[in-house]
């Protein structure tokens, strides 16, 4: 076997199907060229069959980046679904197309109403069909862990036979433990005849807390494609995570003997790039990227730093990007020292990008006295107006004290118009009210689910990030605002989230992916 891990990440297609996690086409190409730099293997790009959407940004990421990473598109066991994947596809000079059909016993009796002989004929018609395509195919037994051994080694065996050259053994409900999971990648290691002509992948979720435990024990059983995403998003508790599994084979090549071809220092960069698109906060003592993570408060521990770092760090912070809250810059500090601090941070922007953040530096500096690395962390990944946000914060007032109504006036422009549309409206504090006003000039009546305030670096002067979750007709949309003034920063991140909710309303509604389910 090998000796090399092949890194396939799914976080634009199962990532992006955590509730409120969707991105437009814009938002994952960037995602994707942040994806190939960290030197991601096979990028699973949609589901072109979803949505006008999904397909348009499979399309321009397999034109864009098909030359750098293999390029993969999901379908179901269907031709529509294929033939689909394939259109999107075919400008890449890398391409997969990866078909799943259900196997266990519980989907095959409630879900697809199909028996043994008619899964087996559904998966080769379909494995041929897209082998029709493109020879590189991966062919996905879905709930595979809930599948009889026997019946799992058949379905694989004859996927392989009919031209699969990677077969995912997917954890799709994240019900497997690491012993069984490995049992059952070992049962096809030496059960199937033809099993050396695939790679063996694997997809576990992460419902009992077991994705990246799981991914591991297959790849001791012999699997070397292992499927993951950034910050472990995903359906539910989400997927294994791209950084833990990395880091877990890189920190423990003594015991695995295995590598990557990940660009590890990337690691935290991406995962703050990930966050800030999908405004799903990355919990401060998350591995490997977590805010937390190289933190050191016990006394014995920080003793034994001083002393030996190895002591209580398996890892070096900059081994996977991580800056914590150095002092950097000042008022007074100029470009240069800006651009080589982006530099050092792994930021490469162009001249109007580059003038862009300087302006927003000075701006910021005028504001507070010190600068430090998660200050410019957040510029340079501060939420922008998209190009298809209708809605645009002009000005905001507010007003509030003890005694007194709390009301807020916002001023908002529509798409090209000029007039700037003004209304006003009282809550129970200005941030209430904000929010109020908004609802009022947009027309969008919302429920908020979830507010979250955290302060970026240290001090009073510090810039605040706000996260908000609203739901508008059943549907979550998220909105992440960042500015030293918190109800400014409110402000624009409950606008996000309207512009999305608005932009959600004129979509063309999507075929349901979930309909047989997938991996």
């Not at 009546?445 to 955290?454: D, M, P, Y």
């Amino acid at each position: 076997m090998s000796d090399r891990v092949l890194i396939f990440d799914t976080t634009l297609r199962d990532g992006e199907q955590s509730p409120g996690c969707s991105m437009n086409t814009a938002e994952k190409l960037e995602v994707a060229q942040a994806l190939v730099e960290l030197g991601v293997d096979i990028i699973e790009a949609g589901f072109p069959i979803a949505s006008p959407g999904d397909f348009e940004a499979v399309q321009e990421i397999a034109r864009k980046f098909g030359d750098r990473a293999t390029i993969c598109g999901l379908a179901r066991s269907r031709d529509e679904d294929i033939d689909r994947a394939w259109n999107a596809l075919k400008d890449a000079a890398r391409k997969r197309i990866h078909v799943f059909l259900a196997t266990s016993s519980i989907h095959r009796q409630y879900k697809l109403k199909m028996d043994k002989p008619e899964i087996l004929r559904r998966a080769v018609e379909a494995v041929k069909r897209a082998r029709g395509y493109c020879e590189d195919v991966e062919f996905s037994p879905e709930d595979a862990a809930r599948t009889e051994h026997d019946f799992l080694a058949e379905v694989v065996e004859k996927a392989i036979a009919a031209g699969a050259t990677t077969v995912n053994i997917p954890d799709t409900v994240g019900y497997a433990t690491p012993r069984q999971y490995f049992e059952a990648i070992s049962y096809l290691k030496q059960n199937v005849p033809n099993i050396s002509q695939a790679v063996i992948s694997v997809h576990c979720h992460d419902d009992l807390g077991l994705a990246v435990a799981n991914s591991l024990a297959g790849v001791e059983a012999g699997a070397r494609q292992i499927e993951c995403t950034i910050n472990g998003l995903g359906e539910r508790a989400g997927n294994a995570a791209l950084e833990e599994v990395v880091m877990a084979l890189r920190t423990r090549q003594d015991y695995y003997g295995l590598s990557t071809g990940i660009q590890t220092k990337k690691l935290c960069g991406i995962s703050r790039l990930v966050s800030t698109i999908t405004g799903m906060l990355v919990q401060r003592n998350k591995a490997i990227v977590g805010q937390n993570a190289f933190a050191h408060e016990s006394g014995v521990h920080q003793h034994g730093m001083l002393q030996e770092r190895t002591t209580y760090e398996i890892m070096r912070p900059e081994d996977v990007g991580y800056t914590g809250t150095n002092l950097v810059l000042g008022k007074h500090s100029g470009r240069h020292a800006f651009r080589d601090r982006l530099a050092q941070l792994g930021y490469t922007l162009d001249d109007a990008a580059f003038e862009q953040a300087f302006k927003e530096l000075t701006a910021l500096a005028d504001k507070k006295k010190d600068i430090y690395d998660a200050d410019i962390i957040a510029l340079v990944a501060k939420p922008v107006p998209e190009p298809d946000d209708v809605w645009k914060l002009v000005s905001l007032h507010t007003s509030a004290g003890t005694g007194s109504i709390p009301t807020a006036t916002i001023g908002l422009k529509h798409g090209d118009a000029e007039e700037v549309r003004i209304d006003a409206a009282t809550g129970d504090g200005p941030i209430d009210a904000a929010f109020n006003a908004l609802e009022r000039v947009t027309g969008i009546t919302a429920k908020l689910q979830n507010f979250q305030v955290r302060s970026l670096t240290m001090g009073k002067e510090a810039q605040g990030e706000v996260l908000v979750e609203i739901a508008v007709k059943g549907v979550i949309h998220h909105g992440k605002g960042i500015s030293t003034d918190i109800i400014e920063a409110s402000a624009q991140a409950y606008l996000k989230a309207l512009n999305r909710a608005d932009r959600a309303a004129t979509a063309v509604p999507p075929v349901n992916p979930k309909d047989e389910g997938n991996p």
